[in-house]
């Protein structure tokens, strides 16, 4: 990627897990250099899981630390010791993001509250995320996506039926961290506009629960008008829709293909002559959208047995080319390999460290002029701390000292 729109923006990033990181991996993306620093014996808390969706991580192609933190490098200093803030100070200086995820009370434990921060960058732009906001009364308290964005930001049950028993999981691993880290990116681009323009820096704030209630914002807004928790959604085969041309109707092998027309007269004859019930596009009761939305019913058990009588594929190769809106419903392994997917470049390829395969990921989803992502893989814990100190003047000597000491790794 040619165009780097944030080549020369210095971000350092104290933060663990997916959420906070994975708006640096973005900024990274971008082409800003992302300093990571990790406590010089542990690391990201992240580098120790040993599972991720149910199956195994490998600790040398870990998925989740590609995901969150490609393009970084990785400086080890331990912030509890008053060196290791020295040593901070001394990079934010020279820096124009600080990234971070840390509670209040370790943000004042290691002396990197925004205060610490602007004393040493008074124009820096000061990031932070949460699971619960930097405001109210649990704003010391942490959480994941799975309970700050999915659980209580209202998705789960928004997308729940009430026949079950209990509800709805999130869609998989750092669903709502990915989200939320977008959000966090995109907050830190405007500050650094806003800081080219004045001169000024600040503080911006992206929590997993306001992501989260943003997720579902016009489910929120509804419910907010009308003073009551809107429908909830029906179990499948029974979502007959008023308009019987938006549904999920089951191929012949159990795979599932999404019907979204919302304009149904232009398209009715096209939808089963490719379905190959033509004759029902002249039937009084199914030729026009009036008629359709009269008679639903019916007409959703018409294109559903169609739809039940030939395998997924076929549907797939009937449906290419037509004018109207439709999608096959993909599981993960499916979605990576979606000629579209492919052909817009949102699968991005980083070397492993074990020199094997390489590691393909899901690129960002922004791109500049129509340029591909280019990025690197994550650091190994610690990887860059020698060289980012010898770039801010600091001698050897010193280093193998801060090293003997514990600051540093």
Not at 189 to 196: D, T
Not at 234 to 249: Q, T, V
Not at 379 to 386: G, L, V, W
């Amino acid at each position: 990627m040619k165009t780097k729109v944030m080549q020369g923006v210095k971000v350092i990033e104290v933060a663990q897990f997916t959420f906070v990181p994975a708006a640096g991996a973005v900024l990274a993306d971008w082409g800003a250099d992302v300093i990571k620093i990790e406590h010089p014996e542990r690391g990201d808390t992240q580098r120790g899981f040993i599972n991720l969706d149910g199956m195994a991580v490998e600790p040398n192609r870990h998925i989740l630390m590609e995901h969150a933190n490609r393009g970084k490098r990785s400086v080890g200093i331990d912030l509890s010791q008053a060196e290791g803030q020295q040593l901070l100070y001394r990079l934010v200086a020279e820096c124009d993001v600080f990234l971070t995820n840390y509670l209040p009370s370790a943000r004042r434990k290691c002396k990197i509250d925004y205060e610490d921060i602007k004393a040493h960058n008074p124009t820096i732009v000061y990031a932070r995320g949460s699971a619960l906001g930097d405001k109210g009364p649990e704003r010391e308290q942490g959480g994941f996506d799975a309970t700050a964005f999915w659980a209580r930001g209202g998705s789960s049950l928004t997308v729940t039926p009430e026949e079950l028993d209990g509800p709805l999981q999130q869609p998989g691993g750092a669903y709502g961290d990915s989200i939320g880290g977008m959000n966090i990116a995109g907050g830190i681009s405007a500050a650094l506009f806003h800081r080219e323009r004045t001169g000024e820096g600040c503080v911006l704030d992206v929590s997993l629960l306001s992501s989260g209630v943003w997720a579902t914002a016009l489910t929120v807004d509804m419910a907010m008008e009308h003073q009551k928790a809107t429908k909830k959604p029906p179990m499948p085969g029974k979502d007959i829709n008023k308009n019987p041309l938006i549904g999920n109707f089951k191929t012949a092998d159990g795979k599932y293909i999404n019907l979204t027309i919302l304009t149904p007269d232009k398209h009715i004859r096209q939808l089963f002559e490719c379905l190959g019930v033509s004759e029902l596009a002249d039937d009084s009761r199914f030729s026009c959208a009036a008629a359709l939305m009269e008679n639903n019913i019916e007409a959703h058990q018409q294109i559903a047995q169609a739809f039940a009588a030939q395998p997924f594929k076929c549907w797939i190769d009937r449906l290419d080319g037509v004018n109207f809106q439709w999608a096959a419903f993909q599981n993960g392994l499916d979605a990576s390999q979606d000629r579209q997917v492919l052909a817009n470049d949102m699968i991005v390829e980083v070397d492993a460290i074990d020199g094997g395969r390489p590691i393909r990921l899901v690129a960002n989803p922004v791109q500049f002029n129509g340029e591909k992502v280019e990025t690197e893989r994550s650091p190994q814990a610690s990887e860059h701390t020698e060289m980012v100190l010898m770039d801010l003047g600091i001698e050897w000597d010193e280093i193998e000292k801060l090293k003997e000491r514990g600051a540093i790794a």
